[in-house]
């Protein structure tokens, strides 16, 4: 039996930017979340930069999030090693929106679909979209639950697509995804008792070593590098991995202050750190936003700003517009296309600027990579 689900806005995927995007919706529309995971798996911990407070706050969730503290370190900013051996510190302490935070990454979405739970949206997980049709005034969506068995059907009348880098409704509708990269992340955490509130970036010949404190006396220790430049099966192989994290000075430093038994640390494997983005990113009646949009490289830092703040401007502008006029719902989709347009351009003049400035290993692939990338011509 197929079970019938009609609503107005079906979100596809519940990380950050599917969340904040039905929070905001949840006041105007009647909104469907749907996402494959019934809770979010561990992910490595981040750093959400200050200025997302305003949307916490804009969505009434700033003080509950600032009181949880297990959620969150404060981040008072990066030392970072690049471009030479100096260190160059990086701090929020004149930020006028306060200290980042250090999260607990999978607590802190796990704390976003409490929210949205106790909002009027309801909530299908596990689910996935299998097929997807469109019609006159929106489109169905067929969905499978943890078995082939359980099927729903969505018909609904706007779709955003906040599925992360697999842009799974825009991959559904045949639009293809560019790649200015192959980096991926190979990604561990220790435990970790020192009180370092400032997260460590070091250079290196293959790549970058990030470090900081995380909530629960934890460190999470990333290397960021291509693909094709790994050494074969280093993601699964933790003493080799942390051998090669002591050889860096820098992050040698922090696993030295760190007392724990080697069975305290734990390598959790490889994901995809590369930036890319969406061929389109809005079409009549559905938009991408977040990762699905276009993912960063996490050199900046931005990407769960970036999907919070893509999340509310599409919201806006669907409050704005209404799912009534189809001549109002293009030029939505004009609009949301310009500003992601704007804001991928803004963020490709930086990673050239950043790249440009560590030297140190002009033949090495990495680095002759990114010094003479090629934009993408969209
Ligand atoms: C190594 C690394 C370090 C990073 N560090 C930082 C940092 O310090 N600061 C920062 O701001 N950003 C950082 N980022 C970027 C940040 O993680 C992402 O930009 C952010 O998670 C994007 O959120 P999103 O909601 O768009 O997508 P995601 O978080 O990827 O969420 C997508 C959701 O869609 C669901 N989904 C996917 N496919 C389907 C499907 N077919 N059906 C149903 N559901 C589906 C997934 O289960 C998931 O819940 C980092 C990224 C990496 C890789």
Redesign the pocket.
Known sequence: MTQFIQTQIAV????????IAALALSRHFDVVL????TE??A???????PA?GRILRELGLLEAFTRHQALHLPCHGIRSHWGSDACVMNDNLRNPDGPGWQLD?AGF?NWLRQHVMASNVRCL?P???VAVQQGRDGWLLQLHGETAESRSAVPCHFVID?????S?FAAMLGIRRLALDKQV?I?ASLACECDDRM?TLSACEYGWW?SARLPGQRRVL?L?TDADLLRHGLHLDDKRFFQMARTQKDIAGLLAASPAPQKQWQLHGK???NTTRLKQVAGFRWAA????AC??N?L????????MAT?MQLAEQLVDTGLNHPEALTALSHTHSAQITSVWQRYLEHHRHYYLQEQRWPGMPYWQRRHHLQPLGI
């Open positions: 596809i995927g519940a990380g950050i930017g599917g969340c749907i996402d494959q995971h979010c798996p992910r490595i911990g981040e750093c959400l930069p997302a990454r979405e997980w689910a996935r979209p906040a599925s992360g880098r697999r799974f992340a990604w997260a990030y990333a960021q994901t995809s750190a936003i977040g990762d699905a993912s960063f996490p900046s830092s931005q990407g769960m700003f970036n999907a999340a």
